[in-house]
């Protein structure tokens, strides 16, 4: 699956800044913000930004795919159903999905 790959990919990513980050905390553990020389600082800000954003980057990979799914949709559709909180507009969509997924 792409998305699997792509994902896999991602948290490799993201994981390299973490681990840094993770370094970069232990050895200004106790000191107070003023006491942590510039460089230091803003070395962690950078990569505090780029494990957000590589973070930011996975959620709207997921997302897209989240929306994109009919298979996805249908799930949260029949969990929404099982509540009966699924009506109207969006119960008809659910009825079509339905049978388009039982044609394939």
Do not use: H
């Not at 029949?78 to 997924?101: I, P, Q, T």
């Amino acid at each position: 699956l792409k998305l699997t790959d792509d994902l896999a990919k991602l948290d490799y990513k993201i994981a390299v800044p973490e681990k840094s980050l993770e370094e970069i905390k232990e050895r200004l553990k106790g000191k107070k913000e003023e006491e942590i020389d510039i460089a230091e600082r803003e070395n962690r800000e950078k990569l505090e930004k780029e494990t957000e954003t590589l973070r930011e980057e996975r959620r709207s990979l997921l997302s897209t795919f989240g929306k994109e799914s009919d298979l996805l949709r249908q799930v949260c559709d029949l969990a929404l159903l099982s509540n009966g909180m699924l009506k109207g507009e969006e119960l008809d969509k659910f009825v079509k999905r339905s049978l388009s997924l039982l044609g394939k």
